[in-house]
């Protein structure tokens, strides 16, 4: 099977991809609303509720969207690069996180989005400039020591 009819199966199998899936996946961000599905060898996030899944996708394009400056980018066309695409996930959630309750790890995605709108009122109103400082300084993968 070639990869464009496999990607094209994906879409079958997993109609309603989690907009966080990579940190997911790399075990840096938890949620209580995905289940995991397999195809082949890949694993994929699939979310539960359709509303919480639209209220991340936006939270996702707002992340993007401030961060875009920081990450030396012109203009944001989804997806990005993995490694900037991590940054964002990666660093904006843990950034909202920080500014909702002073945590460092985000337990669970739902769980602070729905605190981050009791607390801010709505996704646009989020504090971006400290969340990007949060995407500026995430490194998903720490730096091996020089030997």
Known sequence: MDEIAFMHALGSVNPKPCAFGKVILSRHCACSKV???YAAEREMVACNVDAEREQCVELLDLLRQ???FA?????ITPP???GPEMRVQCGGLQGLQHEVDGAESVVDISALLAAAREKFGSLEN???SKIVQSVVSCEV???RPLT
């Open 35 to 37: 289940n995991k599905r």
């Open 66 to 68: 401030n961060s875009a």
């Open 71 to 75: 990450l030396k980018l012109t203009h």
């Open 80 to 82: 990005l690069p993995h």
């Open 126 to 128: 989020l504090p971006y």
């Open 141 to 143: 993968r720490k730096k």
